[in-house]
């Protein structure tokens, strides 16, 4: 292995410039004005994976944006591994705030600033230049190797458990290892092994056939907004918990290590409201206890609500409709549709008289992710990061949502470890997006290793 590492970092300065020529493109996913774009990044990484030693690459369409799919599957009776990553970004604006052009990669202070280079860019070529490492050395991998790159994960990957599913023949596997991801922390080793699921939807009570004037009204007709903030109060206690029946009943206890990692994660609470620019709550709750809400604990939160006027100055005015939106993060053992039935039927048998309520759903939603604690493939990621980061890493989980681990499960039948090096302060989906290039450094170290040591499982 020494070998291999020592041709990484000789190689490090052109794998630079090759990530910066990847962060030029603007591979925006939401938003058809960068087309171009999307279909510009999937060749650029199609090329590389030809230029890493991939016999089969191939630009596969999805009906949405494409995929890039590679295979290099010729070491008989080893494992086979999928590595999972994608090439689009969020969009950049508000362009303001960029302190140097979103779509021109720029380095300071050993970080390079740029959409997209923590948020999937840089980690996604770490494994692709340290399989043009044992390409170039030993003209072999050590394994079986299949990758599948989206382009569409910032837009909710809408085609990619269709695209998975068709090609699962193709896409088997034994692991499936991420790039995309984060570590926790900049000062703490740390790997993923839990998510939280999602489901989305809009709620929209009517009252009147059109809006009324609220002087000759006012006092008579059913008011939505009214009723709407009356019912939606009634979804959580004083303490912020979620009451509606049946929502925890599936919910599943998490792996021992996460709550040992929360023990140790000495979170400062202070310290986080800070950061958000938030008041401190009286009583302060501790770190263990709001790591445990972000990290283990399903949510109902209201993402907006609208109904009559909202523009400036005043219109008195009645509305016929009101409307929220919803969102929940799910825990393990929370089935997206199982939820939203349970809090829609909650708000139907409160809902007063008068009015009619009809929901939108927002996608068929995520259910939670939770590693097995007893992968051997986690223990060896494990053990590569002690390695080279001096401490274990904690296992944490994340508060957000990340279905691809549902996707390949269900598809493929393979478990999913997180290997990424990002970290979660570097402003991905925000302005000013950067990558420690400490972190690029070491991530192919880190890859190279556990690539070999995969290998011998």
């Not at 970092?9 to 774009?37: H, Q």
């Not at 960029?98 to 980690?123: C, H, Q, Y």
């Not at 509305?319 to 997206?336: M, N, W, Y």
């Not at 302005?431 to 690539?451: D, T």
Request: aromatic letters at 8%; hydrophobic letters at 45%; a negative charge.
């Amino acid at each position: 292995m020494s070998a291999i590492e020592d041709w990484l970092a000789a190689y490090t300065p052109k794998a630079l410039d090759t990530l910066k020529a990847f962060c030029r493109i603007e591979s925006v996913s939401t938003d058809p004005a960068y087309k171009a774009g999307i279909e510009e990044a999937s060749r650029f990484v199609a090329a590389q994976l030809h230029d890493a030693g991939f016999p089969v690459v191939e630009i596969v369409e999805t009906g949405g944006h494409p995929a890039v799919v590679a295979e290099w599957c010729d070491a008989v009776g080893a494992p086979t591994v999928l590595i999972y990553g994608h090439y689009d970004v969020q969009p950049p604006d508000p362009l303001d705030k960029w302190t140097s052009p979103a779509f021109e990669p720029t380095i300071r202070n050993d970080r390079l600033f740029a959409r997209g280079v923590s948020d999937d860019k840089g980690p996604l070529l770490i494994p692709i230049v340290v399989a043009k490492a044992f390409h170039t050395l030993h003209g072999k991998l050590p394994l079986n190797l299949k990758i599948i790159i989206e382009g569409e994960e910032e837009s909710g990957s809408p085609h990619l458990s269709p695209t998975v599913a068709r090609l699962k023949d193709r896409l088997a596997c034994d692991l499936v290892v991420s790039a995309d991801g984060a570590m926790w922390r900049a000062d703490l080793p740390s790997l993923t092994v839990a998510s939280r699921g999602l489901v989305a939807f809009e709620v929209i009570l009517t009252g009147a056939a059109k809006d009324l004037h609220s002087g000759r009204h006012g006092g008579s007709a059913p008011n939505p907004i009214r009723a709407l903030t009356h019912i939606l109060a009634g979804l959580h206690d004083d303490q912020g918990r979620v009451i509606v029946p049946g929502f925890l009943d599936a919910a599943t206890q998490p792996d021992p290590l996460i709550l040992a990692a929360i023990h140790r994660a000495n979170f400062d609470p202070a310290v986080y409201f800070d950061s958000i620019g938030a008041p401190h709550p009286d009583p302060m709750p501790s770190g263990e206890d709001l790591l445990t809400r972000q990290w283990l604990v399903p949510t109902l939160e209201f993402n907006g609500i609208s109904g009559g006027y909202a523009g400036a100055g005043t219109k008195t005015v009645i509305p016929a409709t009101a409307s929220a939106k919803i969102t929940c993060r799910l825990v393990a053992g929370q089935d997206p549709e199982a939820i939203k039935s349970a809090i829609l039927r909650h708000l139907e048998s409160v809902l007063p008289t008068g009015y009619m309520m009809e929901t939108i759903g927002r996608g068929p939603g995520s259910a939670a992710f939770a590693l097995n604690p007893n992968l051997p493939a986690l223990a060896i990621a494990e053990t590569v990061l002690a390695e080279l980061l001096g401490a274990p890493p904690l296992r944490v989980a994340m508060g957000a949502t990340i279905p691809i681990g549902e996707v390949f499960k269900t598809h493929l039948g393979a478990e999913m470890v997180f290997f990424s090096f990002s970290t979660s302060d570097e402003d991905y989906h925000a302005p000013n997006e950067f990558l420690r290039l400490s972190n690029f450094r070491l991530g192919m170290v880190a890859w190279a290793r556990l690539i070999e040591r995969l290998a011998r499982l």
